[in-house]
């Protein structure tokens, strides 16, 4: 069974910094891409970021391009999501998940159908 656990959200100020983190086993890693996507209150789900261990592939939504940084310790099975320059437009509740595809606008689609997995989410809140 693929469980999926998102830590680390929390309030900030604009221009701060959090790091989220999605705690996944090792063949979780090894058989999916992993990848957050947000969801704000009243609006659809956003893609924010994929990685994929085959390969270290990344993908990112322009939104958070040279702000977000997704990454993976494969020592402790850990993915991460490091934000810094906060907006609050970053507003939203944050999850991981796993799915098979590589580019985020597949990845996306795949979320959307619901064929893998996701956590329970993490909010992250940016004050003005």
């Known amino acids: 069974q693929v469980q999926l656990v998102e830590s680390g959200g929390g309030s900030v100020q604009a221009g701060g910094s959090l790091r989220l983190s999605c705690a996944a086993s090792e063949y979780t890693f090894a058989t999916f891409c992993m990848g957050w996507f947000r969801q704000a209150p009243g609006k659809e789900r956003e893609g924010v970021a994929v990685f994929c261990t085959r390969g270290r592939s990344t993908d990112y939504a322009d939104s958070g391009k040279g702000r977000f940084t997704i990454s993976q310790d494969s020592n402790r099975n850990t993915l991460y999501l490091q934000m810094n320059a906060l907006k609050p437009e970053d507003t939203a509740m944050y999850y991981c998940?796993?799915?098979?595809?590589?580019?985020?606008?597949?990845?996306?689609?795949?979320?959307?159908?619901?064929?893998?997995?996701r956590g329970q989410g993490t909010q992250v809140t940016v004050s003005s």
């Open positions: 998940a796993a799915e098979s595809q590589t580019s985020l606008g597949a990845f996306m689609r795949a979320v959307e159908a619901g064929y893998g997995f």
